[in-house]
């Protein structure tokens, strides 16, 4: 299995809800990321998970709220989230190699808007 | 530090004529090179990479790319272009998984 799915693949949601997004691969990757994609951008990472730690935070603001329960699964926690947050939000996993590198595989993504 | 710079924002072609994506980096050190693309409203999938065991490097669909390091070039190729190639083309430069450096894309359109 070399797929990375994500839920829901479209997501609307009030200023004053909490959602979630949730990733899965069954690769036995132990990195997962999360990017925000604007249109007509590249991607931009958000967090990075290596061994079900929180390894990288850019700066990200605290309405978003990252989890990751095990080794398969991702979340992102959704919370009190603004219109400029509106954006396709990819998840990604990888192997971990710290001395080299190894592609990274994307899910499909969840179109966020919020109203 | 590294980084990538995608010199055309938007390349058109016609069906069955060549394809080239042009990518330039910059790395203090060899750097890992990949191409993916995203069609629309998809994620981002794999299309070629570059490990230093080889400068010519083939992907998926028919892609290839040469590593040339005198020019700090990674250009994307294809012989003939399909309907189907339309697409939004990423060069990334990488030092480790945490560290993956996105050029700012190259829409490809391919008209019949």
């Known amino acids: 299995d070399t797929e990375v799915t994500q839920t829901p693949k479209h997501l609307v949601m009030g200023m004053t809800n909490k959602k979630s997004l949730k990733c899965e691969q069954h690769m036995g990757h132990r990195a997962m990321y999360w990017y925000k994609q604007k249109a007509k951008k590249p991607p931009e990472l958000m967090f990075v998970?290596?061994?079900?730690?929180?390894?990288i935070n850019e700066s990200v603001p605290s309405r978003f709220s990252p989890e990751c329960p095990n080794s398969s699964l991702l979340n992102l926690h959704l919370h009190a989230l603004q219109p400029e947050d509106s954006a396709l939000y990819l998840c990604?996993?990888?192997?971990?190699?710290?001395?080299?590198?190894?592609?990274?595989?994307f899910g499909p993504g969840t179109r966020l808007t919020v109203l | 530090a590294q980084s990538v710079t995608q010199l055309d924002s938007h390349v058109s072609v016609s069906e069955g004529t060549p394809v080239l994506l042009r990518c330039n980096y910059s790395?203090?050190?060899?750097?890992?090179l990949f191409w993916y693309v995203q069609h629309p409203n998809k994620g981002l999938q794999l299309l070629l990479k570059y490990t230093s065991a080889a400068t010519l490097v083939k992907g998926i669909n028919g892609f290839e790319a040469e590593f040339k390091k005198s020019e700090t070039s990674f250009h994307l190729t294809k012989p003939s272009a399909h309907m189907s190639d339309a697409a939004e083309y990423f060069c990334?430069?990488?030092?480790?998984?945490?560290?993956?450096?996105f050029g700012a894309g190259t829409r490809l359109t391919v008209k019949p």
């Open positions: 990604a996993s990888s192997q971990v190699r710290t001395s080299s590198y190894n592609e990274q595989f």
């Open positions: 990334v430069v990488s030092k480790n998984n945490n560290d993956m450096r």
């Open positions: 790395s203090s050190y060899s750097p890992s």
């Open positions: 998970y290596s061994y079900e730690k929180l390894s």
